[in-house]
């Protein structure tokens, strides 16, 4: 392969990721069909990593993916279509596709389709994963980590929901004031799932997952610039900044894995902590309080410590008492215990975990398994500890995290 069809290759590539969710949003506003503007965009990204090496990268790479992606859509309608209403139509819809194609910005309609995702026709459990899916491209076993759920099962229901919103008629719009609350939940929950999957990477260094954190942060920004006078909004978008802040911090200058309480806070980026602050703050003048706003304010709370040289563990206790009656998360329940841990002892904090007994999911879950092997340790209980940490070693993607597992569970006592 040579320079000029590697460059097409790579644009291609590039296009195909950062401009996925625009292009099914615009497709799928136009045809209230989702899965068949994702099997359209499928085809057109398929046929640019043929073309474009061939004949060399357009000039609007994005209106030539739709203009391919029309194609199809078209098809698919005027199979499903008769009589001369529908051929009517038919042009309207072709029409429309044809005159966006030909523009040189094409309306990002990302907004509007995640509220769609939201609405109360779907099934609740399944429209976060929706969104992560049709908004974001994230495939079922990726969605299925984020939400403790099989890839399977999950597989189906979000078949089943991009179904609905095209028997249904599903509209495309950012819904009223009275219509928000709810929906609203489900759209932050979808972003800062998104986030959470690129958080995984922390040097940046894989492309899928840094263009995904980027991602979220348009969409968190979206969100709360369009809807200033919602706090949770505001306190998603204080959270995500808060911990891309340390995001220098999490590896050492080898590439190994540094934990929080051992992460050097001098690192932290300044900026990004100051308008997390300003953000809260204005999320607190609101006058409601909610999930985001109280997760903002945790990692406000290790702040603390960049000011004072300590951590305020009776703050964070008190945060996460609030945010665990809210929200019943086992995730918060094994943070708090944690955090109880460093302010009682560590044995109040085994007590204070959830057990798998209750909970089936933290059997697959490794911060559960670490944060276990962790405390367990702390007691002394050295053989419990290391059977603990084998399943969170077994758990673990990121092998500099594996490798501070292995080196914590080697560090015990035989």
Same mark, same amino acid.
């Given at each position: 392969?040579?320079?000029?069809?590697?460059?097409?290759?790579?644009?291609?590539?590039?296009?195909?990721?950062?401009?996925?969710?625009?292009?099914?949003?615009?497709?799928?506003?136009?045809?209230?069909?989702?899965?068949?503007?994702?099997?359209?965009?499928?085809?057109?990204?398929?046929?640019?990593?043929?073309?474009?090496?061939?004949?060399?990268?357009?000039?609007?790479?994005?209106?030539?993916?739709?203009?391919?992606?029309?194609?199809?859509?078209?098809?698919?309608?005027?199979?499903?279509?008769?009589?001369?209403?529908?051929?009517?139509?038919?042009?309207?819809?072709?029409?429309?596709?044809?005159?966006?194609?030909?523009?040189?910005?094409?309306?990002?309609?990302?907004?509007?389709?995640?509220?769609?995702?939201?609405?109360?026709?779907?099934?609740?459990?399944?429209?976060?994963?929706?969104?992560?899916?049709?908004?974001?491209?994230?495939?079922?076993?990726?969605?299925?980590?984020?939400?403790?759920?099989?890839?399977?099962?999950?597989?189906?229901?979000?078949?089943?929901?991009?179904?609905?919103?095209?028997?249904?008629?599903?509209?495309?719009?950012?819904?009223?004031?009275?219509?928000?609350?709810?929906?609203?939940?489900?759209?932050?929950?979808?972003?800062?799932?998104?986030?959470?999957?690129?958080?995984?990477?922390?040097?940046?260094?894989?492309?899928?997952?840094?263009?995904?954190?980027?991602?979220?942060?348009?969409?968190?920004?979206?969100?709360?610039?369009?809807?200033?006078?919602?706090?949770?909004?505001?306190?998603?978008?204080?959270?995500?900044?808060?911990?891309?802040?340390?995001?220098?911090?999490?590896?050492?200058?080898?590439?190994?894995?540094?934990?929080?309480?051992?992460?050097?806070?001098?690192?932290?980026?300044?900026?990004?902590?100051?308008?997390?602050?300003?953000?809260?703050?204005?999320?607190?003048?609101?006058?409601?309080?909610?999930?985001?706003?109280?997760?903002?304010?945790?990692?406000?709370?290790?702040?603390?410590?960049?000011?004072?040289?300590?951590?305020?563990?009776?703050?964070?206790?008190? $945060?996460? @008492? !609030?945010?665990? &009656? +809210?929200?019943?998360? *086992?995730? =918060? /329940?094994?943070?708090?215990? #944690? %955090?109880?841990?460093? $302010?009682? @002892? !560590?044995?109040? &904090? +085994?007590?204070?975990? *959830?057990? =798998? /007994?209750?909970?089936?999911? #933290? %059997?697959?879950?490794?911060?559960?398994? !670490?944060?276990? &092997?962790?405390?367990?340790?702390?007691?002394? /209980?050295?053989?419990?500890?290391?059977?603990?940490?084998?399943?969170?070693?077994?758990?673990?993607?990121?092998?500099?995290?594996?490798?501070?597992?292995?080196?914590?569970?080697?560090?015990?006592?035989?």
């Amino acid at each position: 392969m040579n320079e000029g069809d590697a460059h097409a290759r790579r644009t291609a590539d590039t296009v195909a990721r950062r401009s996925y969710g625009k292009l099914v949003a615009f497709l799928a506003a136009r045809t209230r069909d989702v899965a068949a503007a994702e099997d359209a965009l499928s085809e057109a990204f398929a046929s640019a990593l043929v073309d474009w090496p061939l004949h060399g990268c357009p000039s609007n790479p994005e209106a030539w993916l739709l203009t391919v992606a029309r194609r199809k859509v078209i098809d698919v309608a005027r199979r499903r279509s008769s009589g001369e209403a529908a051929t009517r139509q038919l042009q309207i819809l072709a029409e429309g596709l044809d005159a966006a194609a030909a523009q040189a910005a094409i309306p990002d309609r990302r907004l509007a389709l995640m509220f769609a995702c939201a609405h109360p026709a779907i099934e609740a459990g399944v429209r976060a994963p929706l969104v992560l899916q049709v908004v974001l491209g994230l495939d079922a076993k990726r969605i299925a980590s984020a939400f403790l759920m099989s890839p399977a099962a999950i597989g189906k229901r979000l078949v089943r929901a991009k179904s609905k919103i095209r028997q249904a008629g599903i509209p495309f719009r950012i819904p009223e004031r009275e219509e928000l609350p709810g929906r609203l939940d489900t759209v932050l929950d979808a972003i800062y799932a998104a986030f959470a999957e690129g958080w995984t990477d922390p040097g940046g260094t894989d492309v899928v997952r840094r263009d995904l954190s980027q991602e979220a942060f348009f969409l968190a920004r979206l969100v709360a610039e369009l809807l200033p006078e919602q706090p949770e909004a505001l306190g998603l978008l204080a959270l995500m900044l808060h911990a891309e802040a340390r995001r220098r911090a999490r590896r050492n200058g080898d590439g190994e894995y540094v934990p929080l309480a051992e992460q050097d806070a001098a690192l932290w980026d300044g900026q990004m902590i100051g308008e997390a602050e300003t953000l809260l703050r204005r999320a607190s003048a609101l006058g409601s309080i909610g999930r985001y706003q109280l997760e903002g304010a945790l990692q406000s709370a290790h702040v603390y410590r960049r000011h004072t040289g300590h951590a305020n563990w009776a703050e964070m206790v008190q $945060l996460y @008492d !609030a945010l665990s &009656a +809210l929200t019943r998360s *086992p995730v =918060v /329940a094994i943070n708090r215990a #944690l %955090a109880i841990a460093e $302010l009682q @002892d !560590a044995r109040g &904090a +085994l007590e204070a975990m *959830p057990e =798998v /007994a209750a909970d089936a999911r #933290l %059997a697959g879950y490794q911060p559960y398994w !670490a944060a276990r &092997a962790e405390l367990l340790a702390r007691t002394g /209980a050295h053989g419990e500890a290391r059977r603990a940490y084998g399943i969170a070693i077994g758990l673990e993607r990121d092998p500099a995290v594996r490798r501070f597992l292995e080196r914590r569970q080697s560090a015990l006592p035989a």
